[in-house]
């Protein structure tokens, strides 16, 4: 390692008069993020949770101890409806990345021959990933639309006669709309597991005579499984936050929780949306708990 | 392995892989075309002539939005949370390459703040700005509110980086007589260099494009991606896509300066 060549000839530093012992370093590194999580991520979670107990009108929200608003969401059949939507939502989105994630994933890791050359193809799937998501999302309505280049399209090559109306304001849109904006959260953990992979086990495999597909099923997928994990904890968490995506792509026509709740703040009903925050908080984590039972993060990093 | 031949296996996929790089490219694309629309014509094709009117109106003031304020609003907050972003995540690596009492719930804390629903998170800030009688602003609950989506994102990578980091190389420095800020100075620090780029490239980009969380957080004034968002329900002019196109050029050059810096001292390293 040619750095260290640098030491000793650096400008020779004052000594430092304060010296932290050992043990309180790794405090004072980690109290920044600490306090950041604290302030704006624990606190505002526990204010959640009070909020949804409280009373309210349309002004102003009484601290109180009701429990209203749970009985009061969880009593609609609306509510249940609206949870069975995210649900299938955040299936059919998994589902699709996961697929398309692992094929990437494995074309990168396993078929191309320079590391420069997968940095670079790694990267054209990441730029898109790091510009504004409703931009994206905007970007599929000249496609989709009544008259937009899949409709023209079908309608001069004679296809069709009239345009077809699902591929803008429908499920279809919300969940290509949501492929299209999340699968490389799925790509990402999954290369990163397949670069890991020694090369000599798949080459052991083969000289036991597997073929390739014998290779893939009995040696990449199963030590794929931690990089899907993680890939579908993101999938899965993004899917179920969404609002925007939905409301954009099926036009108003079809609800997420999170939309739900994002109607009911913008009506000033900050107890009810709490109350669905706690639902749909202990949803989430309860998936992801359950996800974090196959893999050790820690571990996969 | 593979090396010797390609099979039918590696067409196939890469036909594939072709595929949905145009699925991720394509509809850019279109908006790209279509921002520079005719002054006559509307959100889909047809071209109705080729005019920059809409990027023009973009500069002239506006019945909806302010353009110019929201983007100095987002670039500021940026700037800010990347900075922040780089430094927590680095002294929290730091500090996860020891073991300290917490250290655990301190990481699960970070992998909940990513897993906890955006709008959630946004909600939270704003009740508790609104009780203790704070004003919300794009600089304070705002500001935080990005940090919870940036930080656990440069802790993991952080994470990451330590984990493949052989301490071999500080103990080299420290038997040849350099002190602990000596090594991290010039040991640790050109090593992670790129990482900690990467790091900030993700803050900046993940803040400048978020909005989720910066709904009940922004205060008076909106951030970009909020101006945007609210275009999407009542703008029906090109002018949306104008937007969309300058935005996402300057994402294209940030990312491209970002990357740039990081082959830059990659080679300057390798040159040593």
């Known amino acids: 390692?040619?750095?260290?060549?640098?030491?000793?000839?650096?400008?020779?530093?004052?000594?430092?008069?304060?010296?932290?012992?050992?043990?309180?370093?790794?405090?004072?590194?980690?109290?920044?993020?600490?306090?950041?999580?604290?302030?704006?991520?624990?606190?505002?979670?526990?204010?959640?949770?009070?909020?949804?107990?409280?009373?309210?009108?349309?002004?102003?929200?009484?601290?109180?101890?009701?429990?209203?608003?749970?009985?009061?969401?969880?009593?609609?059949?609306?509510?249940?409806?609206?949870?069975?939507?995210?649900?299938?939502?955040?299936?059919?989105?998994?589902?699709?990345?996961?697929?398309?994630?692992?094929?990437?994933?494995?074309?990168?890791?396993?078929?191309?021959?320079?590391?420069?050359?997968?940095?670079?193809?790694?990267?054209?799937?990441?730029?898109?990933?790091?510009?504004?998501?409703?931009?994206?999302?905007?970007?599929?309505?000249?496609?989709?639309?009544?008259?937009?280049?899949?409709?023209?399209?079908?309608?001069?090559?004679?296809?069709?006669?009239?345009?077809?109306?699902?591929?803008?304001?429908?499920?279809?849109?919300?969940?290509?709309?949501m492929v299209h904006l999340y699968t490389l959260f799925m790509v990402t953990p999954i290369f990163n597991t397949l670069m890991r992979i020694d090369k000599s086990l798949v080459e052991a495999a083969r000289d036991a005579g597997a073929s390739s597909w014998q290779v893939l099923t009995n040696v990449i997928l199963p030590l794929a499984k931690p990089g899907m994990a993680i890939g579908t904890i993101f999938v899965v968490t993004l899917v179920m936050a969404d609002f925007s995506t939905v409301q954009v792509m099926s036009g108003g026509q079809s609800a997420s929780v999170a939309l739900m709740m994002k109607n009911q703040m913008s009506l000033l009903q900050y107890p009810a949306a709490a109350a669905n925050a706690v639902v749909l908080l202990v949803l989430v984590l309860l998936m992801v708990a359950g996800i974090l039972r196959i893999v050790d993060i820690r571990k996969e990093l | 392995m593979y090396s010797d031949r390609r099979s039918r296996e590696f067409y196939i996929l890469a036909i594939?892989?072709?595929?949905?790089?145009?699925?991720?490219?394509?509809?850019?694309?279109?908006?790209?075309?279509?921002s520079f629309q005719g002054p006559n014509g509307g959100l889909t094709f047809p071209l109705n002539g080729v005019s920059l009117r809409w990027f023009a109106n973009l500069f002239e003031t506006q019945a909806v939005g302010d353009f110019g304020g929201s983007f100095r609003r987002s670039l500021a907050l940026g700037i800010m949370v990347m900075a922040v972003t780089v430094l927590f995540s680095l002294l929290?690596?730091?500090?996860?390459?020891?073991?300290?009492?917490?250290?655990?719930?301190?990481?699960?804390?970070?992998?909940?703040?990513?897993?906890?629903?955006?709008?959630?998170?946004?909600?939270?800030?704003?009740?508790?700005?609104?009780?203790?009688?704070?004003?919300?602003?794009?600089?304070?609950?705002?500001?935080?509110?990005?940090?919870?989506?940036?930080?656990?994102?440069?802790?993991?990578?952080?994470?990451?980086?330590?984990?493949?980091?052989?301490?071999?190389?500080?103990?080299?420095?420290?038997?040849?007589?350099?002190?602990?800020?000596?090594?991290?100075?010039?040991?640790?620090?050109?090593?992670?260099?790129?990482?900690?780029?990467?790091?900030?490239?993700?803050?900046?980009?993940?803040?400048?494009?978020?909005?989720?969380?910066?709904?009940?957080?922004?205060?008076?004034?909106?951030?970009?991606?909020?101006e945007i968002y609210g275009m999407t329900t009542n703008v029906t002019t090109p002018v949306l896509y104008a937007l969309g196109t300058v935005t996402t050029v300057f994402s294209f050059l940030v990312i491209a300066a970002t990357l740039g810096l990081i082959v830059l001292l990659n080679r300057s390293r390798s040159k040593g």
């Open chain 1, 1 to 177: 390692m040619t750095t260290v060549r640098f030491l000793g000839i650096g400008e020779p530093k004052p000594k430092r008069s304060i010296r932290l012992p050992l043990w309180l370093v790794s405090y004072v590194q980690a109290m920044p993020l600490t306090l950041v999580l604290g302030a704006f991520l624990l606190l505002p979670l526990i204010m959640i949770i009070t909020v949804s107990f409280w009373d309210y009108d349309f002004a102003q929200m009484y601290p109180d101890f009701v429990t209203f608003n749970y009985t009061e969401t969880l009593g609609s059949w609306v509510t249940w409806k609206i949870y069975y939507n995210t649900l299938r939502y955040a299936f059919l989105v998994w589902a699709i990345t996961l697929f398309i994630g692992f094929w990437v994933a494995y074309f990168l890791a396993f078929h191309i021959r320079t590391s420069a050359m997968q940095m670079v193809l790694f990267l054209v799937c990441t730029v898109p990933f790091l510009t504004s998501n409703i931009i994206r999302m905007i970007s599929w309505i000249p496609v989709l639309g009544r008259n937009g280049l899949i409709n023209t399209a079908l309608i001069n090559s004679g296809a069709v006669s009239e345009p077809v109306e699902w591929l803008l304001y429908s499920d279809f849109a919300v969940v290509l709309a």
């Open chain 2, 92 to 226: 929290a690596g730091l500090a996860f390459r020891r073991r300290f009492i917490g250290a655990s719930a301190l990481f699960y804390l970070s992998v909940a703040s990513l897993v906890v629903p955006s709008i959630i998170v946004s909600l939270g800030i704003g009740v508790v700005f609104q009780q203790f009688g704070l004003q919300p602003a794009w600089y304070s609950s705002g500001f935080g509110a990005h940090l919870t989506w940036t930080l656990p994102f440069g802790v993991l990578i952080m994470f990451a980086v330590f984990n493949r980091f052989s301490p071999s190389y500080e103990e080299a420095a420290r038997d040849l007589g350099a002190t602990s800020w000596q090594t991290f100075r010039h040991v640790v620090l050109p090593m992670i260099a790129p990482s900690l780029i990467g790091v900030g490239l993700f803050g900046f980009t993940l803040s400048y494009d978020e909005f989720a969380r910066t709904l009940m957080t922004a205060g008076t004034y909106n951030t970009l991606p909020l």
């Open chain 2, 16 to 34: 594939f892989f072709a595929v949905f790089v145009l699925f991720l490219y394509g509809p850019l694309s279109a908006i790209v075309i279509l």
